[in-house]
């Protein structure tokens, strides 16, 4: 069964430093990956996805994600945090058979702090 | 820009009520979906709709059901309202395979 893991509930971070928000994924075929980005009582924003080709995918708000296979993980990246990055991520993986096709799964969630 | 928006904000009902969440979109996409949130469990996928008068259940559709009998437009239904229902709703389209799905505003629902 297909799954993604957030193996941090917070990340802290002073501004003007990388970011790094941790991603694992488990799915039996090709792995397509998602990053959302969610501010205070709001729905969930689209960053980025990895379908298939680089590794390293650019998106939004100059995020980027690098795609590792052989450690099965997707992690989030910036190379210099803004406190208005503050947020909460997730990330998800579509599902890999049958009539999970249609659907994403959600990892529970990083609350990213930028701290000035 | 795709727009899907969900009919409240903000909702309180008490325990017992029947409560309809409405949820629109106005891209043609095939697929709509209800995930509720609640704190340290992310994202949990309630019922999703592949097409007109389509549904399949997700994860948690218990005290749950849905409608959707036009494209656009995804309905969620709680039959018999209750504590624990208490959450934040989020409804979700996308088109079929590789897309991203875009997600409403959301709404916060509060039985007592």
């Known amino acids: 069964a297909q799954s993604v893991a957030q193996p941090e509930d917070q990340v802290n971070v002073a501004e003007g430093n990388p970011l790094t928000v941790k991603c694992t994924y488990s799915?039996?075929?090709?792995?397509?990956l998602f990053w959302y980005v969610q501010y205070p009582n709001r729905g969930l924003q689209f960053l980025l996805k990895?379908?298939?080709?680089?590794?390293l995918v650019k998106g939004s708000y100059g995020f980027e994600a690098e795609f590792n296979k052989s450690q099965t993980s997707f992690h989030l990246k910036k190379p210099s945090a803004l406190v208005s990055d503050s947020a909460l991520y997730f990330c998800?993986?579509?599902?890999?058979?049958?009539?999970?096709?249609?659907?994403?799964?959600f990892g529970r969630g990083t609350q990213l702090t930028v701290w000035p | 820009d795709v727009k899907v928006t969900q009919s409240s904000r903000y909702l309180v009902k008490r325990t017992g009520e029947k409560v309809f969440l409405e949820c629109v979109q106005d891209?043609?996409?095939?697929?709509m979906f209800w995930y509720r949130q609640d704190p340290g469990l992310g994202l949990r996928l309630i019922y999703f709709?592949?097409?007109?008068?389509?549904?399949e259940k997700g994860d948690i559709p218990e005290g749950y059901s849905v409608s959707r009998e036009k494209k656009e437009r995804f309905s969620l239904i709680l039959e018999s309202a209750s504590t624990n229902q208490t959450s934040m709703y989020l409804c979700?389209?996308?088109?079929?395979?590789?897309?991203?799905?875009?997600f409403g505003q959301g709404t916060r629902l509060t039985v007592v």
């Open positions: 998800a993986v579509r599902g890999d058979r049958g009539s999970t096709l249609g659907r994403l799964y």
């Open positions: 979700a389209s996308k088109t079929g395979g590789l897309s991203e799905a875009f």
């Open positions: 709709s592949y097409d007109v008068k389509m549904k």
């Open positions: 799915v039996s075929g090709n792995p397509y």
């Open positions: 990895y379908i298939t080709g680089d590794n």
């Open positions: 891209m043609d996409h095939e697929n």
